[in-house]
């Protein structure tokens, strides 16, 4: 880890060279400063060929990832990182200019904290801007946390941060999954440590057709139904006493 990096953010990126240049803009025009943007590219596809206008900036880096999946290309963008804290974007995500500030900042001021997410705005239409959008106030609003609530369902939204020093002792994301693999690694997290709601609208999602979700439903159940149930039997200790949380995480 270099301690002179802020955040790093993981762009697994795999035939959306149409999209990737709008994310890569969005996270070079962020107002936090030092950063790291690593295109993680797999197996296939043009994409890391198509940041080729934004690799002089030293800022960005591509990472190989040596399997297909998004979890894999995860767990190579992890490997890979210099900062202190983690944020996943997808290559159609954009982030309000200061969305990496507001979610450090609440890291830096809650050290017993691992994670924090926020809302976005929710538009169907591909490569539009958080400032210029047609989302119409459609908004993508997350629940208070509580690990009641997360069990329920993946309540962390689509651009979440948490701190890099978690994977020492909750490991990487388990890459059998294809869609849930996220949820799952959330739910290791809050068994030893709460996460926090941000009431702040910080980015600006695509919800379309050829998403993971949408395009298999069947297994994205499945695989929610099956990360849930890898956690139950602990989470009723979790659900039923109050936990003294950890002074400091790091």
Same mark, same amino acid.
């Given at each position: 880890?270099?301690a002179?990096?802020?955040?790093?953010?993981l762009?697994?990126s &795999?035939? %959306?060279?149409?999209?990737?240049p709008g994310?890569l803009?969005s #996270?070079?025009a962020q107002?936090?400063?030092?950063?790291?943007?690593?295109?993680?590219?797999?197996?296939?596809?043009n994409?890391?060929?198509?940041?080729a206008p934004?690799r002089?900036?030293? &800022?960005?880096?591509?990472?190989?990832?040596p %399997?297909?999946g998004?979890y894999?290309?995860?767990n190579a963008?992890?490997?890979?990182?210099?900062?202190?804290?983690?944020?996943n974007?997808?290559?159609d995500? %954009?982030?309000?200019?200061d969305a990496?500030?507001v979610?450090?900042?609440?890291?830096d001021a +809650?050290p017993?904290?691992?994670l924090?997410?926020g809302d976005?705005?929710?538009? /169907?239409?591909?490569?539009? /801007?958080?400032a210029h959008?047609?989302?119409? =106030?459609?908004?993508l609003?997350?629940p208070?946390?509580q690990?009641?609530?997360?069990l329920? =369902?993946?309540c962390? !939204?689509?651009h979440?941060?948490w &701190?890099r020093s978690?994977h020492?002792?909750?490991? !990487?994301f388990d890459e059998?999954?294809?869609?849930?693999?996220?949820y799952a690694?959330?739910?290791?997290?809050?068994? &030893?440590?709460?996460m926090?709601?941000?009431?702040?609208t910080?980015?600006?999602?695509?919800? +379309?057709?050829?998403?993971l979700? +949408?395009?298999d439903?069947?297994?994205?159940?499945?695989?929610?139904?099956?990360?849930?149930?890898?956690?139950?039997h602990r989470y009723k200790?979790?659900?039923q006493?109050?936990?003294?949380?950890l002074? %400091? #995480?790091e």
């Amino acid at each position: 880890m270099d301690a002179g990096i802020a955040v790093t953010a993981l762009v697994a990126s &795999r035939n %959306r060279e149409d999209l990737l240049p709008g994310c890569l803009e969005s #996270l070079l025009a962020q107002t936090l400063q030092p950063i790291e943007v690593l295109v993680i590219y797999g197996p296939g596809g043009n994409d890391w060929e198509a940041a080729a206008p934004y690799r002089t900036d030293p &800022r960005i880096r591509g990472v190989a990832s040596p %399997r297909s999946g998004l979890y894999a290309a995860w767990n190579a963008g992890i490997q890979e990182s210099r900062g202190r804290y983690l944020c996943n974007v997808n290559s159609d995500d %954009r982030l309000r200019p200061d969305a990496l500030a507001v979610m450090a900042a609440a890291l830096d001021a +809650h050290p017993e904290v691992c994670l924090v997410y926020g809302d976005s705005l929710v538009t /169907t239409r591909p490569g539009e /801007t958080f400032a210029h959008n047609s989302s119409r =106030g459609r908004r993508l609003s997350q629940p208070t946390y509580q690990p009641r609530v997360l069990l329920a =369902g993946c309540c962390c !939204g689509p651009h979440p941060m948490w &701190r890099r020093s978690v994977h020492a002792w909750a490991g !990487g994301f388990d890459e059998t999954y294809k869609i849930a693999g996220d949820y799952a690694f959330w739910l290791r997290l809050a068994e &030893r440590a709460p996460m926090l709601h941000l009431e702040e609208t910080l980015g600006l999602y695509l919800d +379309h057709p050829q998403s993971l979700s +949408h395009a298999d439903p069947a297994r994205a159940i499945a695989e929610r139904v099956r990360a849930m149930k890898s956690v139950l039997h602990r989470y009723k200790d979790i659900i039923q006493q109050e936990r003294v949380p950890l002074e %400091r #995480l790091e």
